[in-house]
């Protein structure tokens, strides 16, 4: 069953910042994966440190992929972790009718 999933992306690591290209690159790996998410940049905060983050939201059944791109994450900028929400599937709604 699908569900919500938002993945939030710190952009501070323990050597300086993830830069905007470094994100570029890593957003292909999100674009890979799912045929359709949303980004928005999002401020917090991690261990007292403020920190922009990247919010990506998804809509999918496969929670695995999620998974996975979580992981390549924390692999490629040596994060601690990527805050993970899941929630009840998103629903859209079109000119025609409403698609679950």
């Given at each position: 069953m699908k569900k919500t999933y938002q993945?939030?992306?710190?952009?501070n690591t323990p050597d300086g910042y993830v830069t905007d290209q470094q994100w570029d690159s890593f957003q292909d790996i999100?674009?890979?994966s799912f045929a359709g998410y949303t980004v928005?940049?999002?401020?917090?905060?991690?261990?007292?440190?403020?920190e922009?983050?990247?919010l990506v939201?998804?809509?999918?059944?496969y929670q695995d992929k999620i998974q996975d791109v979580c992981d390549a994450y924390i692999s490629a900028f040596n994060q601690?972790?990527?805050?993970?929400?899941?929630?009840?599937?998103?629903?859209?709604?079109?000119?025609?009718c409403e698609v679950a």
């Open positions: 993945m939030y992306f710190g952009r999100i674009s890979m928005q940049d999002v401020a917090g905060a991690w261990k007292g440190d403020p922009r983050t990247k939201t998804v809509n999918t059944k601690d972790a990527v805050g993970l929400r899941v929630s009840e599937p998103m629903r859209f709604v079109t000119r025609v």
